[in-house]
């Protein structure tokens, strides 16, 4: 009876989410900016609370990790993303020092907070490329979406060696490579759609798979060392925000940092 009362409230606060999710992607602008710095804002508190373990920090420091992770998306909509990532930084470091008699690693801490604060940032951005932005970030998410299942149900039926067993148990090689598979396959049928060219397709697609399973065992690595189950209880059933969403934050910032350093791909698109 449990496990049915807890798959349906999954299910539900999954259903509700992916709905905004996709409502404020397919809008854009304003819409998706607010939504996105309020995502990564809620991950750069949650960051700072699992290093301390349920208490998490008091109103003046959740506050500031807060802000941190949501400036960044806001600035790059209202100005630009070269300044959104300069804010970025001056706010992480800021948040570096005040937090650092409550932390055991506030330099980590401040990194943390500052690559979510960029992955915001690279979202908003991608979302805002003229013509192709909705394109970009539906791709992003598929990607990121293929992997985490290809993962789940090649790892379930294959098994196998261990990836990382000391960061998140349940994770395979055989997951990890059927994830991979999975996203290629998946971007080729975008490729198809676009007319895009399918070996950059499909390296991107790869390479956006690994990021995005390196920025789960990394959220998982943490919650290890802090002793936290979930980041938060935010999402009924999921834990928190940076539970759902550690992944394609890991995948936009890899997204949007090869765009930006090498334009050229956009036209791929």
């Known amino acids: 009876m449990r496990f049915g009362s807890d798959l349906r409230q999954r299910v539900i606060s999954g259903a509700l989410l992916a709905g905004a999710a996709v409502i404020a992607v397919v809008l854009g602008g304003w819409v998706c900016t607010l939504f996105v710095a309020l995502g990564t804002g809620v991950m750069a508190w949650e960051l700072t609370r699992m290093t301390r373990g349920v208490l998490g920090f008091r109103l003046p420091g959740a506050v500031l990790a807060f802000v941190t992770g949501a400036a960044a998306p806001i600035i790059v909509e209202s100005v630009g993303l070269m300044p959104a990532l300069i804010t970025a930084t001056a706010l992480s470091v800021v948040t570096g020092f005040w937090l650092a008699r409550k932390t055991p690693r506030?330099?980590?801490?401040?990194l943390g907070i500052f690559l979510l604060a960029c992955a915001g940032a690279f979202f908003v951005w991608l979302r805002g490329l003229e013509d192709i932005g909705l394109t970009v970030t539906i791709w992003l998410a598929i990607i990121v979406a293929a992997a985490d299942m290809g993962g789940y149900f090649v790892g379930r039926t294959i098994g196998g060696p261990k990836l990382a067993p000391l960061l998140s148990p349940n994770k395979t090689w055989s997951g990890a490579l059927g994830g991979?598979?999975?996203?290629?396959?998946?971007?080729?049928?975008?490729?198809?759609?676009?007319?895009?060219?399918?070996?950059?397709?499909?390296v991107l697609a790869a390479a956006t798979a690994i990021v995005s399973q390196a920025g789960d065992l990394v959220e998982s690595a943490t919650k290890r060392r802090f002793g936290v189950k979930d980041s938060s209880a935010l999402i009924p059933g999921h834990g928190g925000v940076l539970d759902r969403f550690d992944a394609l934050a890991a995948a936009s910032l890899f997204v949007g940092a090869v765009l930006s350093l090498f334009p050229s791909l956009i036209s791929q698109w």
């Open 180 to 202: 991979i598979a999975f996203a290629i396959l998946a971007s080729e049928v975008v490729a198809l759609l676009v007319e895009g060219k399918p070996v950059i397709f499909a």
């Open 106 to 110: 506030p330099d980590l801490l401040a």
